[in-house]
Structures are given as structure tokens and as C-alpha cells.
């Protein structure tokens, strides 16, 4: 008997090492299984903060660059604006030489050392891209022109420019100086 009690204690430690193996296993395969559920959770969550984080950046990025377009324009502007304040100054003495040369011309004086002195301000204007406003014979623009006398003449169409009295300048695309003119009306 002794043999068969060894027997049956035998075939019983066997079913129950295979319950405990199955159950062993599907504990395995229920904690698997949350802790798959648990990380995907986990993933997705991290994949929001980084989409997040990205847009943050983004529009942070969007920013500075706005303010390094907006700091560039103001730099620019102000060093134009300072050009521009110099140049009128300028001007002011330019027509001066200008004035003295058509002096000397009609008195008929030698003015090759005002010529030469002319050419160097008009390198000096160009180098700082101040184009002067040619009028004679266009229409009056308030924009680029300051009228400070009529003349009647039915010939012409209202408001030609038939005299510039000063000559206009711009600089970097804006007027800084407007021209003297004097303007046409038919009556």
C-alpha cells in the first residue's frame, strides 16, 4: 500500500503544480497586460506634453523672430531717419554751391573748383541714395511737391509743374525734402 499511496500523492502534487502554473500564468498575463495598458496611457500622455511643447515652441520661435524683424526695421529706420536729418542739413548747403555756380556761370567766372566740389556732393548723395525729385513739366503730387505759386497759362493742363523753385529729395523711398514748385491753372 505504501506504493500505491505514493502513487496517488504523486499524480495529486502534479495537478496541483500545473494549477498553480496556470493560475501563475494568467497572473503574469492579467499584470502583463496592465502594465501594457498603464505604459500605452503613460505614452500617450507624453506624446500630448511634446505636441504641446512643440506648439509652445513654435509660437515662441515665431516671436523672437517677429521681434528680431521688428528690432532689424527699427535700427534700420532709426539710422535712416538720422542720415535723412544730416542730409537735409545737407542740402541746405548743397544749394548754396549750386546757387554760387550758376552765379559764376553767368558771370561768366571760372568755376572749376565749384564744379569739382559739386561732383563730390553728388557721389556724397548717391553713396547715402538721396535721388532728387525731377518735376518740370509733371503734374503737381502733393506728395512730392509743395506749390507756392500760380501761373495762369491756357495752354497747359490744370496743376503742371512749370517752374521748380527748390529741388526735392528722397531718401530710402520717402520724401525728405518736397520741391518747391510752381504750378499751371487754365482760369
Do not use: C, W
Not at 25 to 36: A, G, P, R, V
Not at 49 to 69: C, G, H, I, P, W
Not at 105 to 121: A, C, H, R, T, Y
Not at 157 to 165: G, Q, V
Amino acid at each position: 500500500m505504501s506504493n500505491e499511496t505514493n502513487s496517488d500523492e504523486v499524480t495529486v502534487d502534479v495537478k496541483s503544480n500545473n494549477e498553480t502554473e496556470t493560475n501563475s500564468s494568467e497572473e503574469e498575463s492579467e499584470l502583463l497586460k496592465t502594465d501594457i495598458e498603464s505604459l500605452s496611457k503613460l505614452l500617450d500622455l507624453e506624446k500630448q506634453k511634446t505636441s504641446e511643447y512643440e506648439e509652445k515652441l513654435k509660437l515662441v520661435l515665431a516671436d523672437f523672430q517677429n521681434l528680431d524683424r521688428k528690432t532689424q526695421t527699427d535700427i534700420k529706420n532709426g539710422v535712416n531717419s538720422k542720415i535723412n536729418e544730416f542730409m537735409l542739413d545737407f542740402l541746405k548747403i548743397y544749394d548754396d554751391f549750386v546757387l554760387a555756380k550758376e552765379v559764376f556761370s553767368e558771370s561768366k567766372i571760372n568755376s572749376e573748383g565749384l564744379d569739382s566740389i559739386l561732383k563730390n556732393m553728388n557721389s556724397l548723395l548717391k553713396k547715402y541714395q538721396v535721388i532728387s525729385i525731377d518735376s518740370l513739366g509733371e503734374i503737381f503730387d502733393p506728395n512730392f511737391h509743395e506749390a507756392i505759386s500760380i501761373v495762369n497759362d491756357p495752354d497747359l493742363d490744370d496743376n503742371t509743374i512749370t517752374k521748380e523753385i527748390r529741388k526735392g529729395y528722397i531718401s530710402h523711398e520717402r520724401v525728405i525734402r518736397p520741391t518747391l514748385v510752381e504750378i499751371s491753372k487754365k482760369e
